[in-house]
């Protein structure tokens, strides 16, 4: 398949074609439904290129950094990985888009000992003609601890301006730090105080600072659009409001060998199905639990997404030739693709339908960090994102990231993991093709900002962000 | 694909085809190279199914048994499975084989307690119009608490012919029993004198007995051939010397629930390949053995069986389009099929092949009278007849009949669980395509007849046979 050389995200360049297969092999493997780069993303990606390009240049950026500076019209944000590889990748994309709207430099840092299996090892380099890695020796860490974190930061401001005397903007000015630590995860701050990042007077604090680092494990992205500023920019990048879709199929392309595997399996297992179904099985206890297997096949079956199996022994009068229908299973756990598997084996189906059931691995449980483990990881997402439909467990990155990358509102189990699951049919369909920003902040206050700015929870001011449905969380409505 | 009706095994009829669908579909699956059924086997055949409904017809068999009695022109051999499913097929094919000869009448018993798992339950009935099951009342084993073992009653020959004044066929008349017990097992009989079985004399005093029973775990048929009148008519059956392909495949057929499950896996995960090569790996120990999967790749990669990997990231120009390989294992340990599958979805390999490694089941440890293991057994025995090539374990039943089945003379791993199967290329190209006996007598000594008279050894007397490569036993040589 040759696609128009404007539709692809990135440049044509042979030499990185060969170094990055993925890149420009990608758009072979989606699902046909076109979905293209907005033109104002390409746009906007070409003139970040060349900002990072001078930002990065021949600049020694760990003096830089140690000592506060940045050289002109130059701005950093540092990120720094946390949890699984889906968590990473909805911070990382959320850096990136950050990256975007701020015109900041995104530079990557891998945690010690862990730097074969880190997401920018995994991934290629995006930006071309610079890197886009700190050196292993850039002091992050020492650094940090003498750095502020982003609340610690908002509270000095909040002081200054106590007794009215002063706006936050000149309190800020003799205290605004030349480094800031954000973090915004899973975990809890009292009063949430770390989403305060999203109140629009502390957005405009953070804009004077010339060094941010990120760590995060969540989609923040979505949280953009309650900024109105932000919320504007975005929707002129991604008129379609596919964010994640066009930011992820710009940024995650996997390193060749990792590339090698994904289309391996793809070619070898998986090319002749008429129709391809993904099933992402996140079970996040290691043991077996057989109701998650009869769970998953009553959201198949009760959602038509695979028939039903007949009871006798002789097949009922096949289609032919039957339609060749192929799950692509993925979990840690082996035993829920062995079970659904079977289920098809050992009886036909009433539609006739010549069904079979693959897993491109099993790894048993979590092991971040390790390399082979990782790279599979990152390929079993990919391959889920190839397929013509999706169905995803509640709540895991992991699942984000596939239909993320597919553009497909997947069917997403209801009641995972609760013995009353069979009250419903199993699944149903999201609302949302992107990720879920988890742990979205709700009516937050922005004390800086005129009296009764909340942000957070999504309103009519805001129709971009929907609740996730069945799930914690805001996303981004595709309209 | 059809095929002409002459060269089906069994007889057109519309009712079986339904309540057995093998029997008229197995031809579709196997590899092209036509090998149709000797004239004179089906013609034996269509006579033994005629003897079969005669003798079996109304009779109450259980009375005759007891009794020791049968109808005028019949006699019974009763079988008794032993083992695994492989070890049973061995004697049960052999059975048949001798009831063939001996113009005998083949009735089954199951083990008490693995009713519904027994061969007889498993496979179609063979005979059409009657039964070739025991009632599940049939005295059996009741009964052979009070019968000879063939050697007993050898015994109890030589002691009348000892002072040389009668011959054995004289002096047996007033003893010959109405009942006689065979076995013929992997397990040592002191002096093997079990194997006098094989003894011309010995064949003549059986001859004579109304009801035979045989308990064997082996391929006794091979041993047929070292018998000169059974030689001269298994010649006249089997011209192409297939005899274990055109028995099995005439006896073997899976009733429908179990060629469902071999069809659907074949639809749904073998259809599409050009080049299919089956690798069968029986590990008699429980535990992963990672040895194995390094012996299982040597002889593949030695062989041309599959390609090398390369070493680099990037893949090796490909075929346009590549050639699609399916390699599909079998076995009771998952570990081996999941290391060869790792093994080409990590590397590119040089041949530019699209390789996909499948296995139908993953048992763990062997649970024979389990209905739903022993259905899998026999249909990852058919599905690896029906593979192009084979790889097979040495000394395994299991192995003898998928590649007899197939007609297949397969790959045979060479040092198999021995650390020094690195002197050699892992595997080599058997001599024989059927299964071999394993258990074959030695010069074995036949004191009724002519003084010198020994049996066993392959000779130039008896060019059918011959031993296995690299493998305990005798086989039939395809000539
Ligand atoms: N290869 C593979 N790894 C998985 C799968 N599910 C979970 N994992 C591992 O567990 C980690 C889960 O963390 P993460 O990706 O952040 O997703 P989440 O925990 O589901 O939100 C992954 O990164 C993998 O290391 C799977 O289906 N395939
Ligand atoms: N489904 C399945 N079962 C197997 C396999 N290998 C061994 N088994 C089980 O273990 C038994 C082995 O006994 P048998 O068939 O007599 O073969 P042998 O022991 O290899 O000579 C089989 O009948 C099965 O029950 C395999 O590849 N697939």
């Not at 960090?369 to 997402?381: Q, S």
């Not at 699951?421 to 004390?447: K, V, W």
Request: glycine residues 6%.
């Amino acid at each position: 398949k040759s696609i128009p050389s404007d539709e692809q995200y990135h440049p044509k360049n042979t030499l990185d074609a060969e170094v990055c297969t993925s890149k420009y092999m990608q758009h072979c493997y989606w699902n046909a439904t076109r979905k293209p780069p907005p033109p104002q993303f390409l746009q906007a990606l070409r003139e970040y290129e060349a900002l990072h390009q001078r930002c990065v240049g021949n600049h020694n950026l760990t003096e830089l950094f140690v000592a506060g500076k940045v050289p002109e019209g130059c701005k950093y944000l540092v990120w720094k990985e946390q949890d699984g590889k889906g968590n990473q990748i909805m911070s990382l994309v959320s850096a990136f888009i950050y990256s975007l709207l701020t015109k900041r430099t995104l530079l990557t840092m891998p945690s010690l000992g862990h730097v074969d299996g880190s997401l920018h090892h995994l991934l290629c380099e995006p930006f071309p003609g610079s890197s886009w890695k700190l050196p292993p020796d850039f002091p992050l860490d020492a650094m940090l601890q003498q750095t502020d974190v982003q609340w610690d930061y908002f509270h000095k401001v909040d002081n200054l301006t106590k007794n009215g005397s002063e706006s936050y903007l000149d309190a800020s000015s003799t205290i605004s730090p030349s480094r800031l630590y954000i973090t915004l995860s899973n975990y809890n701050v009292p009063d949430h105080e770390d989403r305060r990042f999203f109140c629009p007077a502390e957005q405009t604090l953070l804009s004077r600072i010339p060094w941010l680092v990120l760590k995060s494990n969540n989609y923040i992205a979505a949280g953009f659009y309650f900024l109105p500023e932000y919320r504007q920019a975005l929707n002129q990048l991604f008129p379609d409001r596919a964010m994640f879709l066009h930011a992820g199929r710009y940024l995650l392309n996997p390193r060749n060998d990792i590339w090698g595997r994904i289309t391996r399996f793809y070619d070898g297992y998986l090319l002749n199905a008429d129709k391809k179904i993904g099933i992402q099985v996140r079970s996040w206890k290691p043991e077996y639990n057989p109701i998650l297997s009869e769970h998953i096949l009553r959201c198949a079956t009760l959602n038509n997404i695979l028939p039903n199996v007949t009871q006798e022994d002789t097949a009922p009068p096949t289609k032919t030739p039957p339609e060749r229908v192929t799950v692509l299973m993925t979990g840690l756990v082996a035993q829920y693709h062995h079970d659904v598997r079977e289920k098809y084996l050992r009886n036909a189906n009433v539609r006739g339908d010549s069904i079979s059931v693959l897993s491109p691995s099993s790894e048993g449980v979590q092991q971040t960090g390790d390399v082979e483990h990782d790279k599979k990881a990152l390929a079993d997402m990919w391959l889920l994102s190839f397929m013509d439909d999706l169905v995803s467990s509640p709540k895991s990155t992991f699942g984000y990231v596939a239909h993320g990358l597919a553009g497909i509102t997947p069917y997403v189990f209801v009641r995972w993991g609760f013995e009353d699951y069979t009250q419903y049919n199993g699944c149903e369909r999201s609302n949302l093709a992107g990720p879920c920003y988890i742990d979205t902040p709700h009516g937050q206050e922005c004390p800086l900002d005129p009296p009764g700015t909340r942000i957070g929870d999504p309103n009519a001011a805001v129709p971009e962000i929907q609740h996730c449905r069945n799930q914690w969380g805001v996303g981004v409505f595709p309209g």
